[in-house]
């Protein structure tokens, strides 16, 4: 069983900054894709942005341009440096470990973008 960390949410001001950070206890880290994914209030699951084994990114459009992701092989830790944050941002954001078919999740950290 893999478990996944989530950590780094917190209120901030809207066209803050924060860095969401994702550790897993995978000794199989560096051949997992890692994606990010958010869920608002009243509303589905999102995917964010995926981070793939070889380091490749992609980003939904409605971040694009203001996250990055990021993955240190070395710690088992993905991370997602969010800029200028919007209160659409507002959600609580999960960590998505992905081998093959085989998904794990973790709990989720809190993202609030309000003044």
């Known amino acids: 069983q893999v478990r996944l960390v989530e950590s780094g949410g917190g209120l901030v001001q809207p066209g803050g900054s924060l860095r969401l950070a994702c550790t897993t206890s995978?000794?199989?880290?560096?051949?997992?894709?890692m994606g990010w994914y958010r869920q608002a209030p009243g509303k589905e699951r999102e995917w964010v942005a995926t981070?793939?084994?070889?380091?490749?990114?992609t980003y939904a459009d409605s971040v694009k341009g203001r996250f990055t992701s990021s993955r240190d092989n070395t710690k088992n830790t993905v991370y997602l440096e969010m800029f200028t944050l919007k209160p659409e941002d507002t959600a609580l954001y999960y960590c998505?470990?992905?081998?093959?078919?085989?998904?794990?999740w973790g709990q989720g950290t809190q993202v609030t973008v309000s003044s």
């Open positions: 998505r470990a992905q081998y093959g078919s085989i998904s794990y």
């Open positions: 995978a000794s199989h880290f560096s051949v997992l894709t």
């Open positions: 981070i793939a084994v070889g380091g490749t990114t």
